[in-house]
């Protein structure tokens, strides 16, 4: 069963950092893209970050100084550093892998599978 599972959300103060991990399974990931997007309530779903097959990454403006993005290709594994967090990065965050082979993902149209999601809370 293909899947993407994301771990490593919770509660961080504001300025605090914080890194997800995504376990992906049941495909060859190797050449697809692989990324982050965020929703928080009452609002689309944003891409934040992907990584290609060759290591390409893509970032979105909003988070492109504070969150970084990398890619474990043996663990097929993809990360999702996170720092300066601020409260209206509060969000349910989610994993997802590209629907087609050697193409870039930048919204969700492109997407062809999603993890359940993992809720980080900027707070306090």
């Known amino acids: 069963q293909e899947q993407v599972v994301e771990s490593g959300g919770g509660l961080v103060q504001p300025g605090g950092s914080l890194r997800l991990s995504c376990a992906a399974s049941?495909?060859?990931?190797?050449?697809?893209?692989l990324g982050w997007f965020r929703q928080a309530p009452g609002k689309e779903r944003e891409f934040l970050a992907s990584?290609?097959?060759?290591?390409?990454?893509r970032y979105s403006d909003s988070v492109r100084d504070r969150f970084a993005i990398s890619r474990d290709y043996d663990k097929i594994m993809v990360y999702l550093q996170m720092i300066s967090l601020r409260p209206e990065d509060t969000a349910v965050y989610y994993c997802?892998?590209?629907?087609?082979?050697?193409?870039?993902?930048?919204?969700?149209?492109?997407?062809?599978?999603w993890g359940q999601g993992t809720l980080v809370t900027v707070s306090a």
């Open positions: 049941g495909r060859d990931f190797s050449r697809y893209a």
């Open positions: 990584i290609d097959w060759s290591g390409h990454a």
């Open positions: 997802a892998a590209g629907l087609v082979t050697f193409r870039q993902i930048d919204t969700p149209r492109d997407i062809g599978l």
